[in-house]
């Protein structure tokens, strides 16, 4: 998958930016076109094909007035700033509509952002819509043309629909976070300097992308500090010595880009390690780029993660642990949902689809270890929360791969139904109604008549461990929120 979308994003920016050199765009407008067709292909991630064309269609709607309204504010940098600060937090809390509200914030964002990184001008308006228009329109028929694999992907894992209201809900609090934090990269990073202070906003808004939490967004912004840091030591022996030279510096470009989409589902580290030495390679074109222009990068991204850690440690913080537990609730309830598919379609319902629900489970997972990161961090000093971290991880990997297993067995056309299978599903239902309903407790049945041969029997076999499994998750798992010990995690 990382490879099918590296490699398409390279075929899809390449045309974007091929195109836009035949038809006679300036550099900067080219450099518009590439960043357009990147940010449609690695924001746009809604569940059908359908509603991604739709979305993909719907980024200039948001994009054009937000690039007009940048370029015309350039010399008035009081409304300049109030304006890009209203761009963040519209854009934060657009995440509220899921995926599309997710897109569209970011291509607001990255509209008002790259009109200060290429210091465009209202006369410049006309060419620059249409780098974006080609753009999209390159990148849409490689991505629903060419090369459209969607259809065979699970849909991303997004959070479950917040009931309650006002500063209750996380996307509110994060975009008043988000916020703040722009509020004082812009100040600092406009003390550091007049002209490239934009970085420091940057970093806060990529920092806060996909995390929900105080402690994912810390780490996030360590990782991103370290990724930049590599990345300039990299850029001042490669970019620097490349100088803009026109041909090696697109190589080297299409390589990050590659870089970006196959590690970004990995390590934001690497991520933004290819990120840090695009930028620095695009400058190179520009001919702005030397060692000081580097250390000042560096400067305003440790600005920008200063105030994403005081926002989110100061501001309407929400905490790692409710966080924590809701994604693990949902992995536990889709665990129950596995195992009832594969016991419904080993009973002979066609219906019944358990990979389908493995695949969600196996998202679910990844979303639990992006939680969890803060906490089994080499770096985090809470010793007691890490080891029951790592307890609920190791006890989830092995939900996932019985269920993976059981889901084997189930599209076997010859497996057969064995009747206990209903009342090992039965407790794992049970299981997971005990670990997910405040003051719910479980207790264990005595084995059903015939449970002692299960081993004979592999369906059952991993039902059993699954049962087990989800048993053992009680511990950690079962404290009170405000509690300090086992279930602070």
Request: with cysteine; glycine share 8%; hydrophobic share 50%.
């Amino acid at each position: 998958m990382r490879l099918r979308s590296g490699l398409r994003a390279v075929l899809g920016i390449g045309l974007a930016v091929s195109l836009s050199g035949l038809v006679g765009h300036s550099l900067a407008a080219a450099i518009t076109a590439g960043l357009a067709a990147l940010l449609a292909l690695f924001t746009v991630t809604d569940s059908t094909v359908r509603k991604q064309a739709v979305t993909t269609a719907l980024l200039p709607v948001v994009g054009f007035p937000v690039l007009a309204l940048a370029t015309m504010l350039h010399d008035y940098s009081w409304l300049r700033d109030g304006a890009f600060l209203a761009v963040v937090c519209a854009g934060v809390y657009a995440r509220r509509w899921g995926p599309r509200g997710h897109a569209l914030g970011i291509f607001a964002f990255m509209s008002f952002f790259m009109t200060q990184f290429l210091h465009a001008v209202p006369a410049q308006l006309p060419e620059l819509y249409a780098a974006v228009l080609l753009a999209l329109a390159a990148s849409s028929t490689v991505r629903f043309g060419f090369w459209c694999y969607e259809k065979r992907v699970p849909p991303p894992v997004v959070p479950a629909a917040e009931p309650a209201r006002g500063l209750a809900r996380v996307t509110t609090r994060q975009a008043v976070q988000a916020t703040v934090a722009s509020a004082f990269a812009l100040g600092a990073g406009q003390f550091l300097s007049e002209e490239r202070w934009y970085w420091a906003v940057g970093t806060v808004w990529w920092i806060f992308v996909n995390t929900t939490s105080r402690g994912e967004t810390l780490v996030r912004g360590f990782r991103r500090v370290a990724g930049t840091l590599t990345g300039i030591a990299i850029g001042l022996v490669v970019a620097v010595e490349l100088d803009g030279a026109p041909v090696p510096t697109a190589v080297l470009v299409a390589v990050c880009v590659f870089g970006i989409f196959y590690t970004a589902a990995v390590s934001y580290t690497w991520m933004m390690l290819a990120v840090t030495l695009m930028a620095g390679l695009l400058y190179g074109l520009l001919g702005v780029l030397d060692h000081d222009l580097l250390v000042l990068r560096l400067a305003e991204t440790g600005v920008g993660a200063l105030g994403v850690a005081l926002a989110v440690l100061i501001v309407l913080p929400v905490s790692t642990h409710a966080t924590t537990h809701a994604w693990v609730h949902r992995a536990v309830q889709c665990v129950h949902t596995c195992t009832a598919d594969a016991a419904a379609r080993l009973a002979g319902d066609p219906v019944a689809d358990p990979a389908r629900s493995v695949a969600e489970l196996e998202l679910l997972l990844g979303r639990v270890r992006l939680s969890l990161a803060p906490l089994v961090h080499p770096l985090s000093p809470l010793r007691g929360r890490k080891d029951r971290a790592r307890q609920v991880l190791a006890l989830l990997d092995d939900c996932v791969r019985d269920v993976r297993a059981l889901a084997r067995i189930a599209a076997d056309a010859e497996a057969s139904h064995d009747a206990r299978l209903t009342a090992a599903c039965w407790r794992v239902e049970r299981a997971v109604e005990a670990l997910t309903t405040p003051g719910r407790t479980y207790e264990k049945d005595e084995p059903v008549t015939g449970e002692e041969h299960a081993a004979e029997v592999t369906a059952l076999v991993h039902v059993h461990a699954i049962v087990r499994a989800l048993e053992q998750l009680a511990a950690p798992l079962g404290a009170r929120p405000e509690s300090s010990s086992a279930g602070n995690c």
